[in-house]
């Protein structure tokens, strides 16, 4: 079973442009989440989308949006990008959106870098 | 509100030696508990996670977890380290009734030769 897929893997921007990131989630999986990882922040949650639907929402500027498309892949979007928004960004599914103790199983991440 | 805390941003031991990763969890009910693991250039990959169904969890890699209530703690332990082991581990507690995960700050393991 192939595991959640995020590209690029990589990508250079300058301030003030936009980027989009996507995700392909593992399949039959309909839960997306996205985080972002610095070193000074840590791993901090940015938000969840399922049934095409955000379903919550991290303490993130409006700069940050995502949407989720009916075969559950998503894509994250960052607008007049900051110099501060160089990170990791991390994608994670689930079967749902139920929480518990269903795990979320993570893609390899895209490393954005803001010049 | 759900939080996590890991004691020690940096851990060092020996090969073979025993691996101690400390996590405190804060919590008003019973919490839904990971282990993740994220070695250089990839993505978190799961390591165990609590079920209530048992304290002591095991995972994959020889580590194992013991959830103890009366601490709220959720220590990570690994018998005999191995080089491969190497990497930043996180805790991480589930945010409520949603799929938001908590975590901590990440514990970077080393494994000296």
């Known amino acids: 079973k192939a595991g959640v897929t995020q590209t690029p893997r990589y990508l250079i921007k300058t301030r003030g442009q936009q980027v989009t990131l996507s995700c392909s989630p593992i399949?039959?999986?309909?839960?997306v989440s996205w985080y972002q990882q610095t070193p000074g922040q840590g791993l901090q949650f940015l938000f969840e989308y399922f049934s095409e639907t955000q379903r919550n929402k991290g303490n993130f500027p409006g700069r940050f949006s995502g949407r989720q498309f009916s075969n559950s892949r998503s894509e994250m979007n960052v607008s007049t990008l900051e110099l501060g928004d160089s990170a990791l960004y991390l994608c994670?599914?689930?079967?749902?959106?139920?929480?518990?103790?269903?795990?979320?199983?993570f893609g390899d991440g895209t490393r954005l870098s803001i010049l | 509100a759900q939080s996590v805390t890991q004691l020690g941003s940096h851990v060092s031991v020996s090969e073979g030696a025993l691996v101690l990763l400390r996590c405190n969890y804060s919590?008003?009910?019973?919490?839904?508990l990971f282990w993740y693991v994220q070695y250089p250039n990839q993505g978190l990959q799961l390591l165990l996670k609590y079920t209530s169904a048992a304290t002591l969890v095991k995972g994959i890699n020889g580590f194992e977890a013991e959830f103890k209530k009366s601490e709220t703690s959720f220590h990570l332990t690994k018998p005999s380290a191995h080089m491969s082991d190497a990497a930043e581990y996180f805790c991480?507690?589930?945010?409520?009734?949603?799929?938001?995960?908590?975590f901590g700050t990440g514990t970077l393991l080393a494994v000296q030769p």
């Open positions: 399949s039959g999986h309909r839960s």
């Open positions: 994670a599914s689930s079967l749902d959106h139920r929480g518990g103790n269903q795990p979320q199983h």
């Open positions: 991480a507690v589930r945010g409520g009734a949603t799929n938001k995960l908590i």
């Open positions: 919590s008003s009910v019973p919490p839904y």
